[in-house]
C-alpha cells in the first residue's frame, strides 16, 4: 500500500512540476517572440523564423528559472494535497509531513540531475543554433567579436571611423601580442598600434609600452609608459558578446575544461558555471523543503491568497539574494564557488531550522 501511495504522490508531484514548466515555456515563447519579430521587421523573414529561433531559447531560460519554477509547483503540490484531504489521508496510512516533504524533495533532487545530463545536452545545442543563426542577421554582432585558433579580431565601428584589433591569446583580463588598425571614416588606415599586451578589463584599455605608428605624418611612436586606448569594448562586454556558456554543456564543460580555458574562456568563469550545474539539484531539493515550510503545516483552506503571496516574495528574496552572492564572487570579494553555493546554503540553514516544525504539525 505504501509503494502504490508513494507512486501517486510521486506522480501528482511531477504532474503538477510538467505544468508549471509548460505555463513557462508558454510564457516565455510569447513575451521573446515580440522580442524577436521587432529584431526581424525591417528584415525580409517569414514569421517562422522568430517562432524557431523562440523554440530554441526559451528552454534554456526555463532551465535558469528552474528553482523557481520547482519552489511555485512544490507550493502548488502540497497545497492541493493539504486542501482535497490527500494530506490527511497519508497521514491516517503512516505517512508523516516530513516523509511527503522529504520524498518530495529526493524527487526533485533525481529531478536536477536528469536535467544536467539528458536535456541539458538538448538546450545547449538549440542555444548554440539560436546564438548562431540571430548572429547571421544582427548588425551589432556579426563579425566583430572573433576567438578561434587565429587568436582574437574585434571589429570596432565608430562615428569617425573603425578598429580593427587583433591579438594572440586573450589570458585572463590582458590581450597578448596586440595590434591595433585604425581607420578613418574613408576606410584609410591613419595609425596602427603595437604592443605585448594591454589591459582591457575597463574603458580605457591600459597598453603597456605600446608602439604608435602614424602614417599621416609618417612619425613612431615609442612609449616607455602605459599608453590608454579608448575603446567601447570591456572584458565584461566580450565576455557578454561572444563568450555564451549557455551553449556548452555541463559534460562539456567537464571533458573539455582545459581546451575551453585555452579557447580564452577564464578558469573563473568556467567554475562558476560548473559550479552552477553542480549545485542545481541540491538547490531544486532545497527548495521543495522551503516550500513545505509555508505550505504543509496547516489543513485550513482559506490560505490560497497567503501561498501567492508568500511564493512571490520569496522567489523575489532567492533570486536578488542569488545575484548579490554571483556579484560578490564576480568581484572576488567571496570565493566564486562560495558565491554560488552561499544561496544554498543560507536557505538550508534556514529550513533546517524549520523542519521539526513540519513533522510536528
Avoid at 237 to 264: P, Q, R
Wanted: with cysteine; hydrophobic share 50%.
Amino acid at each position: 500500500m505504501n509503494k502504490i501511495l508513494n507512486n501517486y504522490l510521486i506522480f501528482g508531484y511531477f504532474k503538477i512540476v510538467f505544468n508549471t514548466i509548460l505555463i513557462f515555456i508558454s510564457l516565455g515563447i510569447v513575451l521573446n517572440l515580440f522580442e524577436e519579430i521587432e529584431f526581424f521587421k525591417n528584415l525580409n523573414e517569414s514569421l517562422q523564423l522568430p517562432i524557431v529561433l523562440s523554440l530554441s531559447f526559451v528552454p534554456n531560460l526555463v532551465i535558469e528559472l528552474l528553482p523557481f519554477i520547482i519552489f511555485i509547483s512544490s507550493m502548488w503540490f502540497f497545497s492541493s494535497i493539504r486542501s482535497n484531504t490527500d494530506l490527511l489521508s497519508a497521514k491516517i496510512f503512516g505517512f508523516s509531513n516530513l516523509k511527503i516533504t522529504l520524498m518530495t524533495s529526493v524527487a526533485a533532487f533525481a529531478f536536477g540531475f536528469l536535467i544536467l545530463f539528458a536535456i541539458n545536452p538538448i538546450t545547449s545545442a538549440l542555444v548554440k543554433y539560436y546564438e548562431e543563426t540571430k548572429a547571421q542577421y544582427s548588425k551589432d554582432v556579426d563579425h566583430l567579436i572573433s576567438i578561434n585558433k587565429n587568436g582574437v579580431w574585434i571589429k570596432e565601428i565608430g562615428a569617425s571611423g573603425s578598429n580593427i584589433i587583433s591579438a594572440k591569446k586573450l589570458d585572463n583580463e590582458k590581450l597578448n601580442s596586440l595590434s591595433i588598425y585604425i581607420f578613418n571614416d574613408n576606410n584609410q588606415m591613419t595609425n596602427r598600434i603595437e604592443a605585448n599586451s594591454a589591459d582591457i578589463s575597463s574603458n580605457p584599455w591600459i597598453i603597456e609600452k605600446a608602439k604608435i605608428y602614424n602614417f599621416t605624418n609618417n612619425d613612431v611612436i615609442e612609449n616607455e609608459i602605459n599608453y590608454e586606448f579608448e575603446t567601447t569594448y570591456t572584458l565584461e562586454k566580450i565576455n557578454s558578446l561572444y563568450k555564451n556558456l549557455n551553449t556548452v554543456s555541463f559534460l562539456s564543460l567537464i571533458t573539455e575544461y582545459e581546451i575551453l580555458n585555452e579557447m580564452g574562456y577564464s578558469k573563473k568563469i568556467l567554475n562558476e558555471k560548473i559550479n552552477k550545474f553542480i549545485s542545481l539539484p541540491f538547490f531544486l531539493a532545497i527548495m521543495v523543503i522551503l516550500a513545505a515550510l509555508f505550505t504543509i503545516g496547516s489543513l485550513k483552506r482559506d490560505q490560497n491568497f497567503y501561498v501567492i503571496i508568500v511564493s512571490i516574495i520569496t522567489c523575489v528574496i532567492v533570486y536578488y539574494f542569488k545575484d548579490l552572492s554571483l556579484a560578490l564572487g564576480q568581484t572576488s570579494r567571496i570565493s566564486i564557488t562560495l558565491s554560488v553555493w552561499m544561496p544554498i546554503l543560507a536557505i538550508a540553514l534556514f529550513t533546517s531550522i524549520g523542519i521539526i516544525q513540519i513533522n510536528e504539525k
